[in-house]
């Protein structure tokens, strides 16, 4: 049974930090590619970051570029999320999701999804 469970949220103010953690059972964690998606009140799904199976290479959204940090411990069966200087834009719900294989910043691809944690970004 494929699960992912998100973890870390809370409130901060801007220019805090927050870990995000998604920590993963069920599978091989290495086989997976892992992807951060958040969604705002009022707004789609937007991809944050997305780490591959095998070589570890990330990808960010422009918008937390040089911010956040994703990466993955496969021992620990457990992928991250490391945000630093948090705006009130960031505000959200962030899922982790897994997909089999190479990674993707499309959502749709990812079949598996935790359920979520909320980060709150005060001015």
């Known amino acids: 049974d494929v699960q992912l469970q998100a973890s870390g949220g809370g409130l901060v103010q801007a220019g805090g930090s927050l870990r995000l953690s998604c920590a993963t059972s069920?599978?091989?964690?290495?086989?997976?590619?892992i992807g951060w998606f958040r969604q705002a009140p009022g707004k789609e799904r937007e991809g944050v970051s997305c780490i591959s199976n095998r070589d570890g290479i990330a990808q960010y959204a422009d918008s937390v570029k040089g911010r956040f940090t994703i990466f993955r411990d496969n021992a620990k069966n457990t992928a991250y999320l490391q945000m630093s200087d948090l705006r009130p834009e960031d505000t959200a719900v962030y899922y982790c999701?897994?997909?089999?294989?190479?990674?993707?910043?499309?959502?749709?691809?990812?079949?598996?999804w935790g359920q979520g944690t909320l980060v709150t970004v005060s001015s």
């Open positions: 999701a897994a997909k089999f294989g190479t990674t993707s910043t499309f959502p749709e691809l990812y079949n598996s």
């Open positions: 069920g599978f091989t964690l290495d086989a997976y590619s």
